[in-house]
């Protein structure tokens, strides 16, 4: 589980409560905690106005430059 995971779980939410918040599908979740796949900037914009943690943060393993597929800043 990555730092979405851990925070989501920290703040007594499941994937499917945030899935509704964000009006997407829970499996996305799932599949963005488990470092599927990582959320657009629209969602991590989102995602950090919900739980008040930079996106850098939350998402520290998709920022990292040397990841394949990471997003550089």
Known sequence: MNQLGK???SMGLSQK???EVLNIKQQT???WERGRTSPSPY???KIEGIFGVRKE???QDAFYKGEEGGIEL
Request: glycine residues 0%; charged residues 15%.
């Open 17 to 19: 409560s945030l899935a």
């Open 7 to 9: 925070l989501r779980e």
């Open 57 to 59: 943060i939350i998402f």
């Open 43 to 45: 969602y991590m914009q």
């Open 29 to 31: 979740v799932s599949s």
